[in-house]
């Protein structure tokens, strides 16, 4: 499976972005795909994931209420829409895919695959 995110950028605060994850090769073997981030001199850690069914969701408690998590299954495609977006939430986000998951986890280590990051930074 390979992983390409793409639509970070430059926002202020309160504003709105939407990053994409287009997966290909061997999707039909991933279960559920997943969003991290990780801002600088700290660990990566969990945003939002989705089975490919689009049935079961999974949000930090940061983002939740603003991000939104969904899946266009004829594209292969995730896609991450994050409204009133703050300066904390600058970061380096990436996709991430997981060929063993039943649901969406917020478990680092049980997903597979990973996309090469785009950047988000947010101006107060």
């Known amino acids: 499976v390979q992983l390409q995110a793409s639509g970070g950028g430059l926002v202020q605060a309160g504003g709105s972005l939407r990053l994409s994850c287009a997966a290909s090769g061997r999707t039909f073997s991933s279960s559920v795909m997943g969003w991290f981030r990780q801002a600088p001199g700290k660990e990566r850690e969990f945003v939002a994931a989705?089975?490919?069914?689009?049935?079961?969701?999974s949000y930090a408690d940061s983002v939740k209420g603003r991000f939104t998590i969904s899946t266009d299954n004829a594209k292969n495609t995730v896609h991450l829409l994050m409204n009133n977006l703050k300066p904390e939430d600058t970061a380096v986000y990436y996709c991430?895919?997981?060929?063993?998951?039943?649901?969406?986890?917020?478990?680092?280590?049980?997903?597979?695959?990973w996309g090469q990051g785009t950047q988000v930074t947010v101006s107060s």
């Open positions: 991430a895919a997981s060929t063993v998951l039943a649901a969406p986890t917020r478990r680092r280590e049980l997903y597979d695959y």
């Open positions: 989705i089975s490919w069914s689009g049935g079961s969701t």
